[in-house]
């Protein structure tokens, strides 16, 4: 197994992550809470060999859509990853841990990808393929880091307001469900957590809701209808390392980390959450 010291990585992307080889990776990273969305899918994570596309396929059915080889043909078509995925391809680069965890997102949570890549679309159609706009980056912020925070508490909003980091990470709190992760959409969240004790920062839409499931859909409806996702700042950093169980070493030390654990910004404030009404 191949480890790395605990990093910051609450700018992700900021340095190149170089994700260990597939023989490198201990199986019991797995075992992370961070998979527990995706254990439907062991194999393609566990297994020895890397599963081939047409494996891909077979076992991670997308309506409409099919994972094809990403290889100079297929990029000679000349046209932008996302465009190629609304005519139906996801491009898709052989033994890539990266890709396959976006393969196993798009199996777990199609809606929320075709909203995504839709709402991408759309950009580029009026930017061009060449030019972002904010809009874009937060679609892809959320794609690459994303998390669904369900909360039942709408009083735990103002400790996350505040950053008041100690209070939001109660262990009571998220032991009886009034805040919880109800998905990880991010893959590159699930790339680095191969690397055991990186502390790692989701970027979340939050809803409030009853249930897991119905804040999902919330937020894929909202994503469709352009109404989260227009600018990163709506997008709530997250510690991953601070839910409790999360992370090995969450002692009153560990809370004391301000450059993980960080203060809130002069001026920084977060848009109010989706939410969902009791049917």
């Not at 700018?11 to 439907?40: E, I, S, W, Y």
Request: glycine letters at 8%.
């Amino acid at each position: 197994m191949t480890t790395a010291p605990a990093a910051n990585d609450a700018g992700v992307g900021r340095r190149r992550f170089v994700a260990p080889t597939r023989g490198q990776v201990d199986p019991r990273c797995f075992d992370h809470p961070l998979f527990a969305d995706f254990q439907g899918f062991e194999a393609l994570m566990r297994s020895a060999d890397w599963p081939g596309i047409d494996a891909l396929n077979a076992l991670l059915p997308v309506q409409g859509k099919c994972f094809v080889t990403q290889d100079d043909a297929l990029l000679d078509d000349g046209l932008h990853y996302e465009q190629r995925i609304a005519q139906g391809r996801i491009a898709t680069r052989a033994q890539n841990w990266h890709d396959l965890f976006n393969a196993l997102v798009w199996a777990r949570h199609p809606a929320i990808k075709r909203a995504l890549n839709a709402q991408q679309c759309w950009h580029i159609a009026v930017m061009g393929p060449s030019q972002r706009n904010r809009a874009q980056a937060a679609l892809t912020q959320f794609d690459e880091t994303g998390v669904i925070v369900r909360l039942r508490d709408a009083g735990l909003l103002a400790a996350w307001d505040r950053h008041d980091w100690s209070s939001l990470f109660n262990t009571t709190a998220w032991q009886r469900g009034d805040i919880a992760v109800s998905a990880v959409i991010g893959h590159a969240l699930l790339e680095q957590a191969l690397l055991p004790g990186r502390l790692q920062v989701g970027k979340a839409v939050v809803v409030l809701a009853e249930e897991d499931a119905r804040s999902v859909t919330a937020v894929a409806g909202a994503i469709a209808h352009g109404i989260v996702l227009d600018d990163p700042s709506e997008l709530r950093p997250l510690p991953l390392a601070g839910i409790p169980g999360w992370h090995a070493a969450q002692d009153a030390t560990f809370f004391q980390q301000r450059d993980y654990f960080r203060p809130l910004r002069d001026g920084r404030c977060y848009p109010p959450p989706l939410s969902c009404c009791r049917s």
